[in-house]
T-cell receptor, first 111, second 117 residues
Framework: QKEVEQDPGPLSVPEGAIVSLNCTYS??????FMWYRQYSRKGPELLMY????GNKEDGRFTAQVDKSSKYISLFIRDSQPSDSATYLC???????????FGRGTSLIVHP | NAGVTQTPKFQVLKTGQSMTLQCAQD?????MYWYRQDPGMGLRLIYY???????DKGEVPNGYNVSRLNKREFSLRLESAAPSQTSVYFC????????????????FGPGTRLTVL
């Protein structure tokens, strides 16, 4: 079992839908959690960063961390075709500079 | 502020040829990384450098060497390229950003697409 599990998709939704992207993990020592967006033929771009449990909101994006369930989520409200990309979760132990990545979920938002 | 830059963007090699992928960052970060990304495999760490003068192996180091030339630059060398090294290579650095507040996080370059025939 990989330390970080992420459904590869693709996840296809209509424009305007609320999107939920998720990762589960097995290492209870993970303390920081990140979401990256990667457009086709581009490098990953940091979207959201959270430390420990709780929610964080930034515009249409909300990141949620449930450490008791070892489960993290990224919600996208009012999804747009420009949100079509691969979303990677990543996480690491406090003080570690080597995050562990999920394999990414492909999201398609169709007009 | 260019962030993380990589050269070249594309490269085609024949089996057995050698080449060096270049990476530079202008964010004054201490840590730098090389990843490869293959379909269905996600990002896999090849080598990393926690600080200038140090390098360590990651998950898939075989067939690669690295040099941390100075704080800004971190190069990846393929001494004798093999078809299994056909991949997209990403360089990254780790440091503080506005998105992460005061906490270190990773920033990626645009990638190098390498094909080995």
């Amino acid at each position: 079992q990989k330390e970080v599990e992420q459904d590869p998709g693709p996840l296809s939704v209509p424009e305007g839908a609320i999107v939920s992207l998720n990762c589960t993990y097995s290492n209870s020592a993970f303390q920081y959690f990140m979401w990256y967006r990667q457009y086709s033929r581009k490098g990953p771009e940091l979207l959201m960063y959270t430390y420990s449990s709780g929610n964080k909101e930034d515009g249409r994006f909300t990141a949620q961390v449930d450490k008791s369930s070892k489960y993290i989520s990224l919600f996208i409200r009012d999804s747009q075709p420009s949100d079509s990309a691969t979303y990677l979760c990543a996480m690491g132990k406090g003080g570690s500079y080597i995050p562990t990545f999920g394999r990414g979920t492909s999201l398609i938002v169709h007009p | 502020n260019a962030g993380v830059t990589q050269t070249p963007k594309f490269q085609v090699l024949k089996t057995g040829q050698s080449m060096t992928l270049q990476c530079a960052q202008d964010m004054n970060h201490n840590s730098m990384y090389w990843y490869r990304q293959d379909p269905g495999m996600g990002l896999r760490l090849i080598y990393y450098s926690a600080s200038e003068g140090t390098t360590d192996k990651g998950e898939v180091p075989n067939g690669y060497n690295v040099s941390r030339l100075n704080k800004r630059e971190f190069s990846l060398r393929l001494e004798s390229a093999a078809p299994s090294q056909t991949s997209v290579y990403f360089c990254a650095s780790m440091g503080v950003s506005g998105t992460s507040g005061n906490t270190d996080t990773q920033y990626f370059g645009p990638g190098t697409r390498l094909t080995v025939l």
